[in-house]
């Protein structure tokens, strides 16, 4: 029972980790394989890819993932970059959570079904993440943009990159601390989230909760009127 949960701790923060950057945990589970290697000492290593994710480890797909990697990165800290680059990087993360994910069950079960149906769930949470994460950055960025001189999308996904290889290297090393850094993740979505919605108003024609910046109802569509001009 031990060992099952310390396997899903494992692959929800590897898929979390792909979640905020696609390519930083095939890198790392790639990195980890050599070092646990080169570390044995001559006996087992402490972590070894399974035979059907052993290329994840090779130099050449490694060099790879660290040219994109580094791509994602300054795409990511761009401020300036169309949204349609960040629509663009949700394919990657969904591949990669069900790779890194099926790599991790791979190395203890050779049963392609299981490794499948990780690999599935490993997409939906990196999905789910990264939605989480943008809505964070998002209600982050804007408190800090005025206090940072607009540097705070730079600094944000320079933290965020750090924090993705953090995570991916303790979902294998120390999935309990991985799994605590995703809930670390929801529990700040969730107060600003409820930051957010107490600065909600009610609306005068159908008394829901609006934005007290909207200028029309999302409930009702009505029209909502603007305050007064200064010497009105």
């Given at each position: 029972?031990?060992n099952?949960?310390?396997?899903l701790?494992?692959?929800?923060?590897?898929?979390?980790?792909?979640?905020?950057?696609?390519?930083?945990?095939?890198?790392?589970?790639?990195?980890?394989?050599?070092?646990?290697?080169?570390?044995?000492?001559?006996?087992?290593?402490?972590?070894a890819?399974?035979?059907?994710?052993?290329?994840?480890?090779?130099?050449?797909?490694?060099?790879?993932?660290?040219?994109?990697?580094?791509?994602?990165?300054?795409?990511?800290?761009?401020?300036?970059?169309?949204?349609?680059?960040?629509?663009?990087?949700?394919?990657?993360?969904?591949?990669?959570?069900?790779?890194?994910?099926?790599?991790?069950?791979?190395?203890?079960?050779?049963?392609?079904?299981?490794?499948?149906?990780?690999?599935?769930?490993?997409?939906?949470?990196?999905?789910?993440?990264?939605?989480?994460?943008?809505?964070?950055?998002?209600?982050?960025?804007?408190?800090?943009?005025?206090?940072?001189?607009?540097?705070?999308?730079?600094?944000?996904?320079?933290?965020?990159?750090?924090?993705?290889?953090?995570?991916?290297?303790?979902?294998?090393?120390a999935?309990?601390?991985?799994?605590?850094?995703?809930?670390?993740?929801?529990?700040?979505?969730?107060?600003?989230r409820?930051?957010?919605?107490?600065?909600?108003?009610?609306?005068?024609?159908?008394?829901?909760?609006?934005?007290?910046?909207?200028?029309?109802?999302?409930?009702?569509?009505?029209?909502?009127?603007?305050?007064?001009?200064?010497?009105?």
């Amino acid at each position: 029972m031990e060992n099952a949960l310390l396997a899903l701790l494992q692959a929800a923060g590897l898929a979390g980790a792909s979640g905020h950057r696609a390519f930083i945990p095939a890198l790392a589970l790639g990195i980890l394989h050599h070092v646990a290697a080169a570390t044995a000492g001559g006996g087992d290593p402490t972590f070894a890819l399974g035979p059907p994710f052993a290329w994840l480890a090779d130099p050449v797909v490694m060099g790879v993932l660290g040219v994109l990697t580094l791509i994602e990165i300054l795409a990511e800290m761009n401020p300036d970059a169309p949204e349609i680059v960040n629509l663009a990087l949700k394919l990657p993360k969904l591949v990669s959570g069900f790779v890194v994910v099926a790599a991790s069950v791979g190395q203890v079960s050779e049963s392609w079904t299981l490794m499948a149906a990780s690999g599935v769930l490993g997409a939906g949470t990196a999905l789910t993440v990264d939605t989480l994460r943008a809505d964070v950055k998002r209600t982050v960025d804007e408190s800090l943009s005025d206090a940072s001189d607009g540097h705070s999308t730079k600094i944000i996904g320079g933290a965020e990159s750090i924090w993705a290889g953090v995570l991916a290297t303790l979902a294998i090393w120390a999935p309990i601390v991985a799994g605590a850094g995703l809930l670390l993740l929801i529990g700040i979505w969730w107060g600003g989230r409820r930051a957010a919605r107490a600065k909600f108003v009610p609306c005068p024609a159908c008394n829901k909760d609006r934005h007290p910046e909207a200028t029309a109802c999302p409930h009702c569509k009505t029209t909502i009127a603007g305050p007064a001009p200064r010497g009105a």
